[in-house]
């Protein structure tokens, strides 16, 4: 439907800028979608204030209820099981191509999980960006997870430059491509062969000249690799915690591992990681995973 309402008219090269202002300030009328008039973006404004002016703007169209769902580049996973809604899901957006309904749980020593294909184009495999950078994705060759997205971002912002990092469960390679814009170099590890063919494939995609891609168990790192990582990543949430013998070896003393592990009360794995002889510099929860389980990362300081 169409209405009348009052708009702020400012340049393009202005308009997010402002919009953010007007959605902070509680001024813009989210209600209203917002219109190009010639080199002018028109943001509709919930009350009249100086130098604004009355135009007609589209409502903004009411969303029918989507299923719980990850959105993977151009395949929706729905989260719930049953699978209902997969057509509704399917025509929410023009990016979406496929819906997959996973079969049961990450199973295996790749890491992998079975889908079913409930609507779209029979396919597991698409593009997926993440701040800038671009990954290959095939959810049926190696796991990966769009919620530690913020993860990623974390660690690289409190890296210094020119870290040597080990990436110990790479999978595709979202960690280590992301680090790789700080860090000297980035030896990227995973056992399973389709996850590193993947990230062979993002870090061409993506122009990186600085990770090493290793097909290896993790276990028999500290037998191939030389000692003196400046930060460890273990993003292995049902199985790293057996690792860590290895990540201590590998981590230079001063330096930071990052263990990613599914945990059910607060503080379950201090008493673990104290023996190891760390400092814990933080836990915090990611994600929950159930109603008694959820993704807890901590950050540790070997000493």
């Keep these: ?69 990850d959105l993977i580049g151009g395949i929706a996973v729905i ?36 889908f079913t294909v409930l609507a779209g184009e029979p396919t597991t495999r698409t593009r997926y960006t993440e701040y800038g950078l671009r990954f290959e994705i095939d959810l049926s060759l190696a796991y990966f997870s769009p919620r530690l997205s913020g993860e990623r971002q974390r660690v690289l912002a409190i890296m210094n430059e ?6 110990m469960f790479a999978g595709v390679g979202p960690f280590a491509i992301t680090l790789a814009q700080r860090a000297g170099v980035v030896y990227a590890a995973d056992i399973n062969p389709g996850a590193v063919s993947l990230m062979i494939e993002n870090i061409t995609l993506n122009r990186v000249k600085n990770v090493l891609p290793i097909l290896a168990d993790a276990a028999r790192l500290a037998g191939v690799l030389a000692r003196g990582f400046d930060r460890v990543v273990m993003n ?68």
């Design 1 to 69: 439907m169409v209405k009348e309402g009052w708009c702020l008219r400012v340049p393009k090269s202005d308009g997010e800028k402002k919009r953010l202002e007007l959605l902070k300030d509680d001024l813009l009328d989210t209600g209203l979608l917002l219109r190009s008039d010639g080199d002018d973006l028109l943001l509709p404004l919930r009350e009249p204030r100086e130098g604004c002016e009355r135009e007609l703007f589209e409502e903004v169209p009411e969303r029918p209820d989507l299923p719980r769902h």
């Design 79 to 114: 989260l719930d099981p049953g699978g209902e809604g997969a057509e509704l899901l399917l025509h929410s957006r023009p990016s979406i191509h496929t819906v997959l309904s996973p079969e049961g749980p990450v199973e295996g020593e790749f890491r992998t999980k079975k």
């Design 162 to 167: 020119g870290e040597r990092v080990l990436d």
């Design 236 to 303: 292995l949430p049902f199985g790293a915690v057996k690792f860590l013998d290895t990540a201590f070896a590998l981590c230079r003393p001063g330096g930071t591992i990052h263990l990613y592990a599914m945990v059910g009360e607060e503080g379950a794995l201090t008493p673990i990681l104290r023996k190891n002889g760390c400092r814990i510099l933080g836990e915090r929860v990611v994600h929950t995973y159930s109603p008694s389980e959820w993704l807890a990362v901590y950050d540790l300081k070997v000493e």
